[in-house]
């Protein structure tokens, strides 16, 4: 059995409220810590601390059900991240409570060692928004869970595909904006696909193209930054967002902007050069 199948094999027997084959897959030294807003935060310790973390939250709720959702990480790794699902009903209030729980899962000598749960503190989010203005952190379950859905996307479209992609977006964009007379501070040749940085013509202020693109079309590109601000915005073609529909989109936008501020673009030509840059 490798430490995947015993990490499953563990939430398998919690399920089952088999709490003896739980305790058997805990190493002595094993430690978790759950977030100090909630009624039983802190950390516990070693199988007594396990034993009395669970009383709290047994504590805490009645009818308490969890359920391994994924496990992500090598079958043969001594890390895991699990995500599962917890409900209850509060024993105070008589409300349910139903959430998902990213969890850290790390194994020494095939025995869990160490749990470290993410899941939103809303204590946190109340020290900052009160009179003290204590800062505040977002958890990261949110973004660990997009980067697994994020990978899964790249290895299915495949590498080579993905890299080709984004160089037909690129120059799609690029070739319509050398007819909306829009010229490029970096030359092709030197410009990654994925960002494309761009001169405004005399007579655009920056602000006020940049303002009309988000308040008018919903799209927001970035300013310059240092001794190029407000010479120059920045377009980023990168991930799902690398395809024709949404440079064509831009594209659009970015001439009506010009028009916006009195200089003449040929939207027209500007689209048909990106169809054709892009093989369409």
Same mark, same amino acid.
């Given at each position: 059995?490798?430490? /995947? @199948?015993?990490? @499953?094999?563990?939430?398998?027997?919690?399920?089952?409220?088999?709490?003896?084959?739980?305790?058997?897959?805990?190493?002595?030294?094993?430690? #978790?810590?759950?977030?100090?807003?909630?009624? *039983?935060?802190?950390?516990? /310790?070693?199988?007594?601390?396990? +034993?009395?973390?669970?009383?709290? #939250?047994?504590?805490?709720?009645?009818?308490?059900? &969890?359920?391994? #959702?994924?496990? #992500?990480? $090598? !079958?043969?790794?001594?890390?895991?991240?699990?995500?599962? =699902?917890?409900?209850?009903? =509060?024993? /105070?209030?008589?409300?349910?409570?139903?959430?998902?729980?990213?969890?850290?899962?790390?194994?020494?000598?095939?025995?869990?060692? @160490?749990?470290?749960?993410?899941?939103?503190? &809303?204590?946190?989010?109340?020290?900052?928004?009160?009179?003290?203005?204590?800062? +505040? *952190?977002?958890?990261?379950?949110?973004?660990? *869970?997009?980067?697994?859905?994020?990978?899964?996307?790249?290895?299915? $479209?495949?590498?080579?595909?993905?890299? @080709?992609? +984004?160089?037909?977006?690129?120059?799609?964009?690029?070739?319509?904006?050398?007819?909306?007379?829009?010229?490029?501070?970096? !030359? %092709?040749?030197?410009?990654?696909?994925?960002?494309t940085t761009i001169r405004y013509p005399a007579g %655009? $202020?920056?602000?006020?193209?940049?303002?009309h693109l988000r308040q008018c079309h919903r799209i927001?590109?970035?300013?310059?930054?240092?001794?190029?601000?407000? /010479? %120059?915005?920045? %377009?980023?073609?990168?991930?799902h967002g690398a395809r024709l529909e949404n440079v064509?989109?831009?594209?659009?936008?970015?001439?009506?902007?010009?028009?916006?501020?009195?200089?003449?673009?040929?939207?027209?030509?500007?689209?048909?050069?990106?169809?054709?840059?892009?093989?369409?």
């Amino acid at each position: 059995m490798n430490n /995947k @199948q015993r990490l @499953q094999a563990l939430f398998d027997a919690f399920v089952a409220g088999d709490m003896a084959a739980v305790d058997a897959g805990l190493h002595p030294d094993f430690e #978790i810590t759950e977030a100090p807003g909630l009624p *039983y935060g802190g950390t516990y /310790k070693g199988l007594d601390g396990w +034993h009395r973390l669970v009383a709290n #939250i047994m504590g805490t709720y009645d009818d308490v059900a &969890t359920a391994p #959702i994924e496990i #992500i990480g $090598e !079958p043969d790794g001594d890390r895991f991240a699990a995500l599962h =699902s917890l409900k209850g009903r =509060s024993k /105070k209030t008589g409300r349910s409570v139903a959430l998902q729980v990213f969890e850290l899962w790390v194994f020494k000598d095939r025995k869990v060692i @160490q749990v470290v749960p993410f899941y939103f503190d &809303t204590r946190l989010l109340t020290g900052y928004f009160g009179p003290d203005r204590a800062y +505040h *952190y977002t958890a990261p379950i949110s973004m660990l *869970y997009a980067l697994a859905a994020a990978l899964d996307e790249v290895f299915d $479209e495949g590498m080579a595909a993905r890299a @080709q992609r +984004h160089r037909t977006a690129a120059a799609a964009l690029r070739a319509g904006l050398a007819v909306l007379g829009l010229e490029p501070l970096v !030359p %092709v040749a030197h410009a990654t696909p994925m960002l494309t940085t761009i001169r405004y013509p005399a007579g %655009v $202020e920056d602000r006020t193209f940049r303002t009309h693109l988000r308040q008018c079309h919903r799209i927001e590109v970035g300013g310059g930054l240092g001794t190029l601000a407000g /010479k %120059v915005f920045r %377009v980023g073609l990168m991930g799902h967002g690398a395809r024709l529909e949404n440079v064509l989109r831009a594209l659009a936008a970015f001439g009506d902007a010009l028009a916006v501020a009195g200089v003449r673009a040929d939207l027209a030509g500007a689209l048909a050069a990106a169809r054709a840059a892009a093989g369409g």
